[in-house]
């Protein structure tokens, strides 16, 4: 499913963030990993909502429902849609 992950990640936190300082990039892990499961799994889903909210904005304001929803796909995933979307969708 979508791009192979980067291979330059930190080896103690998995993060590759180029432009932080590997003990900020420590403590940021730290808290985030402090955060339960749930709390975890909701700010995920809260960030890939917003990404949506923010791909869906950027396409063309003539696309059927259909075209954003393969647009949408593409973009968040890097390849086109391996089935077949209904076309009523």
Do not use: C, W
Request: aromatic fraction near 10%.
């Amino acid at each position: 499913m979508g791009q192979e992950p980067p291979t330059d990640r930190y080896p103690d936190t998995g993060f590759s963030v180029k432009d932080t300082p590997p003990e900020v990039n420590r403590f940021y892990f730290e808290r985030i990993m402090a955060l339960s499961g749930e709390q975890r799994l909701l700010m995920g889903m809260s960030m890939l909502a917003t990404a949506r909210t923010m791909i869906l904005s950027s396409l063309a304001k003539d696309l059927s429902h259909r075209e954003k929803m393969l647009a949408l796909y593409q973009r968040l995933y890097g390849h086109p849609f391996p089935g077949i979307l209904p076309a009523n969708y």
